[in-house]
């Protein structure tokens, strides 16, 4: 033998080499995956593989020296015993991660040393080869070890449904069929040592451990893809459980204001319609405006919360928003508030709904002047802010994109929310106030308007120590748009009347038939249709041209956006005015970002105004 082994001294290197690295690659992965115990053991086991094989080389080199070679064949000894126990530990670990206890562990770690010292003392007796003798002694014990390997992630595979768990188990059975043929050419070299089947056997054991390397790296890499696509379905659905109870919660709160706002409407009807308490019809109708923009306030607070509200963006300054909402904001805090306003003079611009942004510093005053009944101070706050990686993120661990940003930080001096508070106060109807005190809409809105404008919320607050609110904003380099006023007082001035030819589509019919009868009245064609089909067929058998489209949105078999998109290839001078109550967004993502649009509810004077500002437009 030991001549075999000055022949086979390089592949017995490499081997230790390879054994070698398996350690360090078992390491790394321990650290990567804490909760993979068997890569721990396994590190260990190759560990003990790679001094068995050092100091059995290093015993065979020393074989003259009888006493430090005898040393170091039984330190090699009990590192080649060793390494079964610790690869058993290690797939007992990997069937089940909290098997193994550490009374078993150390029986098995002690019966693996017992054996390797009764092989070691009973080949002293031996006359012949005593290194023949250890080896084929220890080879089967190591194959017996890979085959429960390879039962054990068998098993793993079939668990955790991991394809790439079968490569270890398909390495560590032929592991061990190599180890079997091992321990039988051993057991023959007692009597007449061969060299070609050590030599295949050798590189077939280093084939078999370069494939347990990339098996191990190959299955936690795909049982982490399959765990974290677990983790991402099962927050998914979470997500969707919340949003489903948030929908329940706020249809329960919608049904309860409308029904309220209808019961109002109806009593007011029937008092008309009975001629009860009917001394001036006048108030009567007033109320039953007032309120239907009740209604329509809910509806846009609604619509702003679920980020589909009609906004209007305008490039404008954060700072002329806040000093022309000054006086107001006074007159709703009342006089036992204070009201701070510090605008940084050079604060950039934003591009945002002016109305919604008015929206929201209301709802927020509001919101701090309830929070204050016994009096203090409201202090509204803008400046530029540049957000990088190392900002803290904002409320949920929400981080703030990296950008430019203009800041508007609304704070109080009040009673302050707890964190349970703070983590609810964006939901729908969610309200600390008292009964009849608050739709609990407010702060939902805010956060909708926020979002839907491209912005990010968060909130500060302690109890006792005042609220402050953080709204980050996106800069733009455009310029302010001034043009919006102008536009107004243009169109406030602008003729109701016409003779042109109007398509009117709209699938709801009453809608479709009162704003027919009032564009008929101001002495204009209408041809109504009730969805986009219809249309389509009205405008190509009509005798004259169509002057313009007013189309609501969404409607059943043709949309809007589709017959925009088909008429104008037949009447490409035909202007077209765009109704809906969802967001415009979809019109911008379909080309139609330019296209004139109505917002509903509308009044049929808002109509009709409408309608003759976008027939007056240049082509």
Not at 49 to 56: H, K
Not at 266 to 291: F, K, Y
Not at 484 to 512: F, H, M, Q, W, Y
Request: glycine share 8%; charged share 20%; hydrophobic share 45%.
């Amino acid at each position: 033998m030991v001549a075999l082994f000055e022949l086979l001294r390089p592949l017995l290197i490499l081997q230790t080499m390879v054994a070698i690295a398996v350690v360090f690659l078992c390491r790394t992965l321990a650290r990567r995956f804490p909760d993979e115990d068997f890569l721990s053991y396994w590190a260990w086991a190759w560990a003990a593989y790679a001094a068995y094989m050092m100091f059995g080389g290093a015993s065979v080199q020393l074989s003259k020296l009888r006493l430090p070679s005898e040393v170091l064949a039984l330190a090699s000894m009990l590192a080649g015993y060793l390494q079964p126990a610790l690869l058993v530990l290690g797939a007992e670990r990997s069937r089940h991660p909290v098997g193994a206890s550490k009374r078993r562990g150390n029986w098995t770690i002690a019966v693996g040393a017992a054996l390797a010292l009764g092989v070691f003392f009973l080949s002293m007796l031996e006359p012949g080869d005593h290194v023949a003798v250890r080896l084929a002694a220890r080879q089967p014990l190591v194959g017996a070890a890979y085959f429960y390997c390879a039962a054990a992630f068998y098993q793993r595979a079939r668990r955790k449904g991991s394809r790439s768990a079968l490569v270890v188990t398909t390495a560590c059975a032929s592991y061990g069929i190599v180890y079997l043929l091992m321990g039988a050419v051993y057991a023959l070299a007692v009597q007449t040592p061969r060299l070609q089947p050590m030599l295949f056997l050798i590189y077939v054991d280093l084939v078999c451990q370069f494939a347990i390397a990339a098996g191990i790296i190959l299955q936690l890499d795909e049982e982490y893809q399959l765990q974290q696509s677990r983790r991402a379905r099962l927050e998914e659905q979470l997500r969707q459980a919340l949003k489903m109870e948030a929908v329940g919660q706020l249809a329960g709160g919608v049904a309860h204001d409308f029904n309220n706002l209808l019961t109002v409407i109806r009593g007011h009807v029937d008092a008309l319609r009975t001629g009860e308490l009917v001394d001036r019809p006048q108030r009567h109708l007033d109320e039953i405006n007032r309120t239907a923009e009740q209604a329509s306030s809910l509806t846009r607070q609604l619509l702003a919360f679920s980020r589909k509200q009609v906004l209007q963006p305008k490039v404008l300054e954060l700072n002329l928003v806040v000093a022309e909402m000054a006086q107001m904001l006074r007159r709703l805090l009342g006089e036992h508030i204070e009201l701070e306003i510090a605008a940084e003079p050079q604060s950039g611009r934003v591009k945002a709904d002016r109305s919604q942004m008015e929206q929201v510093l209301m709802n927020l005053a509001v919101n701090a002047r309830d929070a204050m009944s016994a009096g203090g101070r409201l202090s509204i706050h803008t400046a530029n802010v540049e957000m990088g990686p190392e900002q803290p993120p904002l409320q949920g661990d929400i981080q703030v994109p990296m950008g430019r940003y203009v800041l508007l930080e609304v704070g109080d001096t009040g009673i302050g929310m707890d964190r349970l508070t703070q983590a609810h106060i964006f939901e729908p109807f969610f309200t600390t106030k008292e009964p009849n005190k608050g739709t609990g809409l407010g702060l939902a809105t805010v956060y909708g308007i926020v979002k839907q404008s491209g912005g990010w919320i968060g909130v500060e607050s302690e109890p006792g120590r005042g609220t402050t609110f953080k709204i980050f904003l996106p800069q733009v380099a455009a310029p302010v748009d001034f043009a919006e006023p102008k536009e107004r007082i243009v169109a406030a001035s602008l003729p109701l009347s016409g003779n042109e030819t109007i398509l009117l589509v709209e699938d709801e019919k009453g809608i479709r038939e009162l704003a027919g009868r009032f564009l008929t009245n101001n002495g204009y064609t209408v041809l109504a249709a009730g969805n986009g089909a219809e249309a389509l067929d009205l405008a190509r058998h009509h005798s004259s041209r169509v002057d313009l489209l007013v189309t609501d949105m969404v409607m059943p078999k043709l949309d809007g956006k589709e017959l925009v998109r088909l008429l104008r290839q037949s009447v490409p001078q035909m202007k077209v005015l765009l109704i809906s109550g969802y967001s415009h967004q979809a019109g911008r993502d379909n080309g139609l970002e330019e296209t004139p649009y109505l917002s509903k509810p509308f009044s049929m004077e808002q109509l009709v105004r409408k309608v003759r500002e976008v027939l007056d437009r240049p082509s």
